[in-house]
């Protein structure tokens, strides 16, 4: 019987454990390892901020799609790795032998560079985080006299910090706390700078019809407490902090003995394998193809998914492992808070509430997949 052990729960994985669960491959057995039950789709994550999802709509009971796909589901955080040997070891201290393993972990948030952001801002993941410290943020608002101004800020200028800063003023309007302010700082010349200028400008116009205030070349120096300091533009108040700066790896990896890149991700070939060992994987934000570019986005994690079972399958039957080529543009569908969005793909866009409906039914498509 070959062991097939999943570390970390992400979209690649939960691909996997559904594919395994609709057409077992003989022989072999698969053991899935996640901190947390449940997985959040990142792509519903804005709605869930804004209020149009429930908790339930936009994440996967892992534990539930396990026992549905005839996997073993195992509740704790792999800590150490040990490749050559092929076992790992969680935080509980059970070690658990794999003959294939896959590594799905993610990435975390880029939060060492800026001193004061580990303990005053809050990362756009883990989302479940993200929620609650927003949670007990809104209720705080909620008990001040509405003579007083609170202050919002996110750091960063890509669709994250864009998407939750719309969804936030969507969610406080509706909710009827006012003198609310909000702040996209980045230290990029423009926010969105992966997408044509026509999306930009869109954009912007949605963040100005908000009240969200753009600071552009504003390098982050300090994350206080209630304020931000940058470089060009002084000190900025700000009573909670997101930080979407952008994903970073952990330290793990490298400690473990797994080859990585400059910016410490693991590096696999094309077939995903990690480079130097032929029964890992590594998916998702944690793996990065030698020599491709391709951002760290959920798009490219949940197309991983397919090809990681096959070659899985393949690793086991001695067959031919397949290539995974990551597109050279990908759709993005940017919520704007209220029930509109925008589609980008190179020069190609669209905006509107027909973008937002086509949007909705995609994602909850994706979803009925696993639940």
């Not at 040990?82 to 969680?90: A, D, G, N, R």
């Not at 800020?153 to 003023?169: D, W």
């Not at 908000?210 to 940058?230: F, P």
Request: hydrophobic share 40%; with cysteine.
């Amino acid at each position: 019987m070959k062991k097939i052990l999943l570390i970390g729960g992400g979209h690649s994985h939960v691909e996997v454990v559904r594919k395994y669960g609709l057409a077992p491959i003989p022989g072999a057995e698969v053991t899935l390892v996640s901190e947390s039950h449940q997985t959040a789709y990142s792509g519903m994550v804005p709605g869930l901020i804004a209020g149009h999802y429930s908790i339930d709509e936009c994440h996967i009971d892992l534990e539930t799609l396990c026992k549905k796909s005839h996997t073993n589901f195992i509740l704790g955080k792999v800590e150490k790795i040990y490749p050559e040997t092929s076992f790992v070891v969680t935080n509980s201290g059970t070690e658990i032998n794999f003959d294939i393993a896959s590594i799905d972990t993610g990435s975390i948030p880029n939060a060492k560079a800026v001193p004061g952001a580990e303990t005053w801002s809050t990362p756009v993941k883990p989302i479940n985080r993200l929620m609650e410290e927003f949670d007990t943020f809104e209720k705080k608002l909620k008990g001040k006299p509405n003579s007083c101004t609170s202050c919002i800020t996110a750091v960063g200028g890509g669709a994250a910090s864009v998407e939750l800063l719309l969804a936030i003023h969507y969610r406080l309007l509706h909710a009827k706390i006012a003198n609310i302010k909000l702040t996209l700082i980045t230290d990029r010349s423009d926010i969105l700078l992966e997408h044509s200028l026509a999306v930009r400008r869109r954009v912007r116009r949605y963040l100005y019809q908000s009240g969200v205030t753009i600071l552009t070349n504003a390098r982050v120096t300090e994350i206080c407490e209630n304020s931000i300091v940058t470089e060009s533009h002084g000190t900025t108040v700000s009573h909670f902090t997101i930080l979407g700066t952008g994903a970073s790896a952990p330290d793990w990896p490298k400690a473990c003995g797994f080859s990585t890149d400059s910016s410490g991700f693991i590096l696999t070939d094309e077939n995903l394998l990690t480079l130097g060992f032929k029964n890992i994987f590594a998916v998702g934000d944690i793996g990065s193809i030698l020599r491709k570019k391709y951002p760290k986005s959920g798009v490219y994690a949940v197309k991983q998914g397919p090809l990681l079972f096959k070659n899985i399958q393949s690793l086991i039957e001695g067959k031919s492992l397949s290539k995974f080529q990551p597109q050279r543009r990908a759709l993005a569908l940017i919520s704007l808070g209220i029930k509109k969005a925008v589609a980008s793909r190179g020069v190609f866009y669209a905006s509107g509430a027909f973008v937002w409906f086509w949007k909705n039914l995609i994602d909850k498509r994706f979803m009925r997949r696993y639940q």
